[in-house]
């Protein structure tokens, strides 16, 4: 088992920006790939980005990339997502989670142990 808590979500004006953090503990951190994801109100979960287990590796959705960054320390347990220049777009609950299957890291499906979620509401 891994135990993910999120935190860092909050309310920011348009063009602000938030550091979200999430801290794992249970098994082996550093097994794991991490990921992002939101969910909007009356819309479905959807990736946002990931990192492998040495955080050389990232990827983003289309609509965060070159504004938000995913990151990890191992020796932490933490995986962290900066998010720049905020948009209203942005607005949801946001969750970590981690994934053994470093095949398939774009998919909620892929991933075993999910946060609890933090909201991010950005204001126009």
């Known amino acids: 088992q891994v135990q993910l808590v999120e935190s860092g979500g909050g309310l920011v004006q348009a063009g602000g920006s938030l550091r979200l953090s999430c801290a794992a503990s249970g098994r082996t951190f550093s097994n794991y790939y991490m990921g992002w994801f939101r969910q909007a109100p009356g819309k479905e979960r959807e990736f946002v980005a990931r990192v492998n287990w040495s955080n050389d590796n990232t990827r983003y959705a289309d609509s965060v990339k070159g504004r938000f960054t995913i990151s990890r320390d191992n020796a932490k347990n933490t995986v962290y997502l900066q998010m720049n220049s905020l948009v209203p777009e942005d607005t949801g609950i946001y969750y970590c989670?981690?994934?053994?299957?470093?095949?398939?890291?774009?998919?909620?499906?892929?991933?075993?142990?999910w946060g609890q979620g933090t909201q991010v509401t950005v204001s126009s």
């Open positions: 989670a981690a994934s053994g299957n470093p095949y398939i890291t774009t998919s909620s499906s892929a991933y075993d142990y």
